[in-house]
């Protein structure tokens, strides 16, 4: 959200429903999919033909990912975080070629943070409640602190602690 050209960020923590809860989950496994099945594709192709790949070859592959019948559950879920991810891997490339981080590594189903951020086109903030891309009902938000006077969300970050909450 941004305030006088500045963004700032909010935590807030939230109950979903059961269905809402299976509905994160695959979003989050998606995401960690595209994103680990992005950062093999670069690293064969480079491997293979001395050349990198930009961020709209990684969105045409995953098109084709979602076309394919073994990865036809990539439907299910919105395509606003994973075209997230690809962006986070761009990035993660570019922080690497900058010399200021470490070549991207794959992520793990375990150790690493299940998340998945929705851009202003997958999420609806209306009165005090959001709702996700492909989501019935919206999110049971424990609203701790109001947002400030007359800003909404640019983005919204789902992720799951350790605890799974």
């Not at 947002?147 to 969300?153: A, K, W």
């Amino acid at each position: 959200m941004v305030l006088g050209g500045v963004k700032r960020s909010f935590k807030y923590r939230f109950h979903p429903t059961p269905e809402q809860v299976d509905q994160l989950n695959r979003t989050f496994g998606c995401v960690r999919l595209v994103y680990n099945k992005a950062l093999e594709q670069r690293a064969r192709v480079y491997a293979t033909e001395s050349r990198s790949m930009a961020y709209v070859q990684s969105s045409a592959a995953l098109t084709r990912w979602k076309k394919s019948d073994d990865l036809a559950f990539l439907n299910e879920v919105s395509s606003v975080p994973l075209q997230q991810s690809l962006r986070h891997l761009q990035s993660a490339y570019a922080a690497f070629f900058a010399k200021c981080s470490r070549h991207p590594s794959f992520k793990s189903k375990r150790k690493s943070r299940a998340s998945a951020e929705y851009t202003r086109s997958g999420f609806t903030y209306r009165d005090g409640h959001l709702t996700l891309a492909k989501q019935a009902t919206p999110l049971d938000v424990v609203w701790s602190r109001p947002l400030p006077e007359g800003t909404t969300p640019s983005t919204v970050t789902v992720s799951r602690d350790a605890a799974n909450r």
